[in-house]
């Protein structure tokens, strides 16, 4: 019963999350100086202000939800989970993440390309109400 109202509190909340209007923030290039430290070779990128990358692998959500340490899987089938409506989300580090687009749309497309592999993305990192979400501004 109680995992039955979790998942009935997850999904309302997740439908709620991607029923907001978009967020339109203007887009700004990065300061020279900092923009120069992203190119040497061999330093780790810095990451402007509240952003964060994570990195790990494309899940099915709703399998995530339901299995105690859910398996990454292939290209094929989250092309086919996205062909039948399914959502995908990243699994990293024990916390499963729902990954969205600036303007609040889905990015299941996108995970699905990258699927079968490491996935980082980088974004802002939202948690509410126990759900874990980053607006992605790149995914690798």
């Known amino acids: 019963m109680k995992?039955?109202?979790?998942?009935?509190?997850f999904v309302l909340s997740f439908s709620l999350v991607m029923a907001q209007a978009p967020v339109i923030k203007k887009q700004t290039a990065p300061p020279a100086k900092e923009a120069a430290k992203t190119e040497k070779a061999g330093k780790s990128e810095k990451l402007a202000k509240g952003q964060k990358a994570v990195s790990g692998v494309v899940v099915n959500l709703l399998s995530a939800i339901t299995n105690a340490k859910p398996a990454g899987i292939t290209k094929a089938d989250a092309e086919g989970f996205v062909a039948r409506g399914?959502?995908?989300?990243?699994?990293?580090?024990n916390k499963l993440y729902i990954i969205v687009n600036p303007d609040g749309t889905s990015c299941d497309k996108k995970l699905a390309a990258k699927?079968?592999?490491?996935?980082?993305?980088?974004?802002?990192?939202?948690?509410?109400a126990g759900i874990n979400a980053i607006i992605a501004s790149t995914i690798d």
């Open 3 to 9: 995992k039955l109202l979790f998942l009935a509190v």
């Open 86 to 93: 399914e959502h995908l989300a990243l699994y990293a580090g």
């Open 115 to 128: 699927a079968g592999k490491d996935v980082k993305v980088t974004g802002k990192s939202v948690s509410k």
